[in-house]
């Protein structure tokens, strides 16, 4: 057995250009690190041979050695997507990824998480100098992160796209709403959503927004409990003008609930 392999290493080392494809699904490892060395290897097969899930880790860190063939976009993206390529070596060659592959990694279930969280950072930093168009893409296809990102940057037409991608969330949409100096625009897109101006949380973070138009806040205030409505009445955000909304709602409800004792008791006696 070690006498074939020694055999099909030397063969594959040596193999002519048109023989190299049928070597590539090869299941040593031996055989594979010997098909690196043949200068008939192209990046053509390189990328026929990084399409295979089993690939070993010594042998994706044989090819990034390789600068010649890095240096061929395909081969990176492959070397940077594959599931078995060495952690620190993926998140150096995501940086040198397009944008749409940094999308497409975000988002792929099998990338480690970690991994997923570099390729949002790098999308999310390369935002400001995005055309207009490239943004509108990301806020149909980006990651809830990355929807979160073009939502709080204040384009009208991107943030009406983003606050519709399926995969926004409602902890992102809070962590937008946490920044104070959120333009008004985007306040008040989210405050009209058909979505995320019907969810309890959204709604209080609203309330306490200081860009919230007063009449939506005024608008959720007979929804939230009246523990939301005291500790609001004490945020620092809030203008003098809500905050006497705040406290006469208050009042209201303790006097219909003094109204409903006293009525609860007389039927008693």
């Known amino acids: 057995m070690a006498r074939k392999t020694e055999l099909d290493s030397e063969y594959a080392r040596s193999a002519a250009r048109d023989a190299i ?23 053509t097969h390189l990328c026929l041979l990084l399409e295979r899930e089993d690939l070993p880790q010594t042998i994706l860190e044989r090819i990034a050695r390789r600068r010649q063939w890095l240096s061929h976009y395909p081969v990176k993206r492959r070397v940077a997507f594959h599931p078995h390529t060495p952690r620190l070596l993926a998140m150096r060659l995501a940086r040198e990824l397009f944008l749409m592959d940094l999308v497409q ?15 949002e950072e790098l999308i999310l930093g390369r935002l400001p100098q995005l055309p207009l168009g ?13 929807a979160g990102g073009l939502v ?18 409602e902890s992102q949409v809070l ?5 104070e100096k959120l333009s008004a625009t985007v306040v008040a897109a989210i405050a009209s959503h058909r979505k995320w101006s019907y969810l309890y949380n959204v709604r209080v973070a609203l309330v ?28 620092s955000t809030l203008t003098e003008n809500l905050r006497q909304y705040l406290r006469h709602e208050i009042t209201r409800r303790a006097g219909t609930r003094s109204a409903r004792n006293t009525t609860k008791g007389s039927h008693l006696g």
């Not at 200081?210 to 009445?233: G, K, M, N, V, W």
């Open 21 to 43: 494809p049928s070597l590539l699904g090869d299941a040593s490892e031996q055989v594979l690190t010997a098909l690196l060395e043949n200068p008939h290897l192209d990046e």
């Open 105 to 119: 990694l975000s988002l792929f279930p099998s990338v480690p998480a970690e991994l997923r969280r570099l390729a």
């Open 134 to 146: 490239q943004k509108l893409t990301l806020a149909r296809r980006g990651s809830a992160r990355v």
């Open 152 to 169: 709080a940057e204040g384009h009208p037409q991107v943030v009406r796209i983003a606050l519709d991608n399926p995969l926004l969330t």
């Open 175 to 179: 962590k937008v709403l946490s920044q």
């Open 208 to 235: 306490r927004h200081p860009q919230t138009p007063l009449q939506r806040a005024l608008a959720f205030l007979p929804d939230l409990t009246l523990r939301d409505l005291s500790e609001l009445c004490e945020a």
